[in-house]
């Protein structure tokens, strides 16, 4: 029910936010606004919090979960929060809106986003996924705007993206967008076997997982925001090298989620956090060239009403 | 006015109750009531509320079954006609439908009973007022056509409960006139369940005086006045006389209930 | 109708005054369109896609419709039913309340399971949502008939079946509509949730669809828009309904019961 919670939380922002939208931390504090509950893929962020790599960096930073439909963007933008962690879709979409977001960090260089579908599924490509029996997407979102764009829906079923697995379990004509690190998992440990294409291979690939802030807020504190970067990539190698601690303080934030799903998702993040040519130092760094082509492509499905240029810490 | 004469009719019910007993959820309504009334009769049941005087008038049409006692019409099935305290009409009905309504019930064939229920209508000053609705009739007509409804299909026994009591004054006394002249030129067997004493003397050949709890026969008054009883009839010393002695007769009950 | 017309001038006012406070308060308070446009924005924003809009509007209309249709008439039979049997009426009684308590947004995914994807579960939806004030205000005009007239029926030994077609199924209609009218906006948000969870949008989706892509595309006015949409449909759906019984109930010459909820 994202829906109605994204106007609530819109409306509530309203009411909160009062006059000014640039209203200034009074009290140095750096909220940084996730977009769902404790999970693995905020396990740097805990990870740095839990080894004090904020406080003994002077930062006072006050980690909030969010939930579904929480405006991250939104609430960034108007003050509610310092920094926010979004997909790179978003903030471009955003920003063709004249939300002034500027991209700080990606924790996951490669999008886990992809389509799941029965292993057993006989295809010869692609395509046939597009050709019959059904697909959960997001209506309006971006991939599925691309997969349209690519491929075209003939045939297939389209409906509506949700949290719940028994319809897929029980099709075997049936796909979904999935996070690799969470839909996979459940269906698997179903006892159904699965096999996700993930949009990256398909030639959609987003930064995901990134830490933006509004452009005022970075303009008037550039070296915060910089320390800021660092200690989160600190956290994050340090939840890559042993992530136990943050999985136990993530647990403690989010029980619906059990020991072994953190371990799994933690374990096949691993994969989509940083380049795989690259080093530890690139970890987090975003290439200009990627935000350009991404640009372009969202401009391509109609998603923006320009190119968009998002800029970068500088 | 034309009104049916009585010698085309089956004969009015007597009545005669004895030992007779009804409860509600174990608690007495009426204890051991004996009481019996003539063929023909015009009894008013006098009593403050609650002394199941009702409770009596349900029992007489069978819509209830006493605890013990016997209760005998002789004739036994002599066809009941019932106005209750509202006018109780279907409001989607015209005048016409609502007298209708028990003759459709008894299955009379349509042409007959429309036939029946036009005469009645008359019967009780409603002529031309057949196609009207009971939001268009004011509260004495819609009364006088649930008088109607329950003449239809000749009841030899007439069941009234506290028809009158929620019009005014004027047109209550013309309604009473109005019932009396009915049920006298039927020769009905009429049961009237009031607690005006005006009423009661209005209406009657005999008054009886319930208790306000048990339900017992606390007073049994013949009213020799003579028929019909206008308004002026009430200044008669004789009349003033009863209404003295049941106003006697109901006044300590109220001061002790 | 002249009487309901001139009903309509307050709420159009008020409606007038809040939209125009609303676009001078924003601008005063400086929030900016994206966290919430400014009520001419959103009109030009419907204006500039009611083809969608109105499109959008008509399936969901539909669904809502025929779903409140089918509760009228599923929740019309089961009230007749109930109010047959004392036994029957408290055995099934906590099941309605079961149904007029859940939030349609939790059975909506079993829904899927049910019926699978598409309009019939679209409409199950509005008719799940719409089924209870129906049933329950139903069974209360059916048992509430006069009871002086369901003794009269008695005397003339009239049998239940007579009672009921006769007595206690007109005396109900008043109930009914008013369960009815209250139904009728309920079927538009049940159609709305039913789309969110179990629609298909291949061949364009309702406006729950329309909704939730403009959230995901950031169209904030859009979504605004989608959801004055909706609300109007809701009206619609009241007023009309509103209408219907005050002319059935003109013509059977019954007085009109008013509802606090509707």
Redesign the interface.
Known sequence: ???WF??VG??T??LT?????NKEHESGQLRIQFDWVPEPEFGGYYAAELMGLFSARNLAVDLRPGAAGTPV??MV??GQAELGVAGAD?LL??KS???DVVPVFAAFHDCPLGLMIHAERKINGVEDLFKNG?LAM?????P?RFLEKRYG?HG?????Y?N?L??FM?DPLFGQQCFITSEPVAAERGGVKVRVILFKDLGYNPYAGVLFTRRAFLEKHPDEIRTLVAAVKEGWLAYQSDPEPAIARMMSLNSTMSLETFRTATQIQQDYLWPQAGGHETFGTMEASRWDSLSKTLNELG?TSAPTAIGSLP | MQPTPSATLPPAPGIRMQNLCQAFDGRPIIQDLDLEIKPGEFLVLLGPSGCGKSTLLRLIAGLSEPVSGELILHPSDPGIGFVFQDASLLPWRTALGNVLLPLELDGVPFALARKEALRLLQDVGLAGFDGHFPDALSGGMRMRVSIARALAGNPRLLLLDEPFAALDEVTRTRLDQHLGELTRSRGTTTLFVTHSIQEALALADRIVVLSPRGGQVLHDQAVPLDWPRTASHRQDPAWQALARKLTECLEPTEVNP | MSRSLRDLYPPLILLLILGLSAELGLDLAGVPAYLCPRPSEVIRTAWRHQEALREALGRTGLAALTGLLGSALGGGLLALTLSLNAWVRKAVYPLMVFFQTVPIVAIAPMMVIWVGYGRPAVILSALIVSLSPIVANSLQGLLSADPALVDLFRMKRASSLRILLKLRIPSAIPQFLTGLRIAAGLSVIGAIVGEFVADTFDGGGGIGTLIESSIKEQETPLVFAALMGSTLLGLTFFVAVGGLSHLALRHLHIAETRSSQG
């Open positions: 029910m994202n829906r994204f106007v819109l409306l922002l309203i936010t009062g006059c000014d939208s963007i939104q933008a108007s978003d979409i955003a809106h004249g939300i059904t997001t209506p309006g979102s971006a599925t829906y297939v079923k389209l409906v509506p949700g719940n028994a319809t029980s998603m």
